[in-house]
């Protein structure tokens, strides 16, 4: 055996829960195995705010907007510089509405989009992610979040 072996094998075990330390240190939303890390939008500036004026999103990121209670919670694409996937949940974080590709809106009337049922959750991120991540209606997502 050689030598380094060990030393070697120490070093790769010892990167590899660092890596995964520093992942767990994001907020995330999964699905299954595939998870997106997000930023949270809780407050109603936030919400407000929300990707307006974003003009890239890294892959695997997007935003979570957590609501005060369920309800219409319709989301439009005004000033928002990039293609979205918007991801509608209930109280159980089970989807309930998928609106994919949805594009940018520089003139008024921007079109609006929600969800027929009352959502408390919506996830946004980039186009064609949904899909990626295998997100079909009453799938349930997990959240991971800091606090």
Same mark, same amino acid.
């Given at each position: ?11 790769? +075990?010892?990167?590899? +829960? #660092?890596?995964?330390?520093? $992942?767990?240190? =994001? ?5 299954? $195995? ?13 919400? =407000? ?16 907007? !957590?609501?005060? *209670?369920?309800?219409? @919670?319709? #989301? %439009?694409?005004?000033?928002?510089? !990039?293609?979205?996937?918007? !991801? %509608?949940?209930?109280?159980? $974080?089970?989807?309930?509405?998928? =609106?994919? @590709?949805?594009?940018?809106?520089? !003139? ?8 027929? *049922? ?17 997100? $079909? ?8 979040? *800091?606090?």
């Amino acid at each position: 055996m050689s030598p380094l072996r060990y030393p070697i094998l120490s070093l790769v +075990l010892m990167l590899s +829960l #660092f890596a995964c330390t520093a $992942r767990s240190t =994001e907020d995330q939303v999964c699905f299954k $195995r595939n998870c997106v890390d997000v930023s949270l939008a809780q407050t109603h500036e936030a919400r =407000e705010q929300g990707l307006k004026f974003v003009t890239r999103l890294e892959p695997n990121r997007g935003m979570l907007f !957590i609501f005060p *209670k369920s309800g219409q @919670n319709n #989301f %439009w694409m005004k000033e928002t510089m !990039i293609p979205l996937d918007i !991801i %509608w949940m209930d109280y159980a $974080r089970r989807i309930i509405h998928i =609106e994919r @590709n949805v594009p940018p809106c520089a !003139i008024d009337p921007c079109p609006t989009y929600g969800p027929k *049922k009352p959502a408390l959750y919506v996830l946004e991120v980039n186009a064609n992610h949904a899909q990626e991540m295998g997100l $079909r209606l009453g799938g349930e997502l997990e959240f991971k979040l *800091k606090d």
